[in-house]
Every structure is written in structure tokens, then in C-alpha cells.
């Protein structure tokens, strides 16, 4: 069976540091895997996606992944963090026959 | 293309009633999903349907629980005889085919007191 763990639950960081969110999967095969964001009270938002094609995958506002099969990881970063990336940010998998699977969420502060 | 649209956004409902929430996903989109979050957790999933078909359903969706989608098109979800452990954001997406991104609707929020 698929899982998706987010290895940190809160994460904060200063405006202008790098970000870093960390995620590893558990599939049998090579699954889909996404990265969402969801703002204080909107709806949950695409950030990037992997599908097997190239290995990283840039998102938009600057974010970024690198799908790592050896570590069966996925982590999510970005170069310098902005306040509007404050947010809860979701890992996800999704493996053909089966439906999306969510991590717990990782809540992103970003301080001036 | 408006995306995936959730009716309604808010509803507050009485211990034991019944309420129905509609999804309409993007067009042409064949698969259609319903999560549940509640606050402070990732979504968890609840059903999800390839057109007209409900291909599997969590182990979340009690027998009150009850989910259609007739034509292949719009989706509801019904919960019967709600408690107050139904309260949560009900969540729909949709995708135009496996292995591919999911588009997310604003929600649904039901508070049962």
C-alpha cells in the first residue's frame, strides 16, 4: 500500500532564507507525486507535479522538487522564502488504480 | 472553465438530520473525488468515482454514507443521520485521467450541532 509521510509537521523560517519540506513515499511501484498548497481558508492548490518524466520538477512561485527513488523521497524547496508562502503544504501520492494520497501537512511560517 | 464547483459552501445542520452536497467537476474530466479534512489535518479520503463508476470507497464512509455520480458528471454526496463527527470541509476534485494532477473545489463546510 502507498503512504506519503511529511517528516515535519511546522517549519519556520525568516523572509529571504531558503525552504525546505520534506517528504518520503512508500509504493510498490513509481508513483505520481504532487505537492499542494492550501492558503488560510482557500482551496488546495497545485504547486508542482512529478510523473516520471524529469527528475526535477519546477512549480510555480519559485518552488521546486527533486524525486529522489534511491532515498524515495521528494522534498519541496525554494531558494528564498516570501510571506505569502506562509501556508499548510501537502505531499501527495497518487499510484494508477488507486486515489490521491495525502501527508499530514506541513504548516510553512515565514517571520520579517 | 470555472473549475470545480461545490455546493454549498456552508451548511449547519441538526444531529440526525440528512444533508446532500453536489459537486460539478471540470468538464470532461472522468474522475471525480470526495475527501473530508478536518481542521489541522490532511485530507482524508472518502470515495472516488472513473464516470459513472464508484471504483473504491475508504474505510471512513460509514454505511450513513452515500455517494453518486449518475451520468458521469456531477457528484453528491449524502450523509444520513449526522453526528457531530460529521463536522468537517468536504473536499471534491476532479482529473481528466489516472496518473494526472487533481483539481480541487473551494469545499464544503458542515458544522452539525
Not at chain 1, 488546495?44 to 510555480?60: D, E, M, N
Request: charged fraction near 20%; charge should be neutral.
Amino acid at each position: 500500500a502507498q503512504s506519503v509521510t511529511q517528516l515535519d509537521s511546522h517549519v519556520s523560517v525568516s523572509e529571504g532564507t531558503p525552504v525546505l519540506l520534506r517528504c518520503n513515499y512508500s509504493s510498490s511501484y513509481s508513483p505520481s507525486l504532487f505537492w499542494y498548497v492550501q492558503h488560510p481558508n482557500k482551496g488546495l492548490q497545485l504547486l508542482l507535479k512529478y510523473t516520471s518524466a524529469a527528475t526535477l520538477v519546477k512549480g510555480i512561485n519559485g518552488f521546486e522538487a527533486e524525486f529522489k527513488k534511491s532515498e524515495t523521497s521528494f522534498h519541496l524547496t525554494k531558494p528564498s522564502a516570501h510571506m505569502s508562502d506562509a501556508a499548510e503544504y501537502f505531499c501527495v501520492s497518487y499510484q494508477a488504480g488507486t486515489a490521491l494520497i495525502f501527508g499530514k501537512g506541513t504548516t510553512l511560517s515565514v517571520s520579517s | 472553465d470555472t473549475g470545480v464547483s461545490q455546493d454549498p459552501r456552508h451548511k449547519i445542520t441538526k444531529r440526525g438530520q440528512n444533508v446532500t452536497f453536489r459537486c460539478d467537476p471540470i468538464s470532461e474530466h472522468n474522475r471525480l473525488y470526495w475527501y473530508r479534512q478536518t481542521l489541522g489535518q490532511g485530507p482524508e479520503f472518502l470515495t472516488y468515482f472513473q464516470n459513472e463508476a464508484q471504483l473504491e470507497k475508504s474505510r471512513l464512509l460509514s454505511d450513513r454514507f452515500s455517494a453518486e455520480r449518475p451520468k458521469g458528471s456531477f457528484s453528491t454526496l449524502e450523509i444520513q443521520r449526522t453526528e457531530q463527527g460529521d463536522s468537517a470541509m468536504y473536499l471534491c476534485a476532479s482529473s481528466l485521467q489516472i496518473n494526472t494532477e487533481a483539481f480541487f473545489g473551494q469545499g464544503t463546510r458542515l458544522t452539525v450541532v
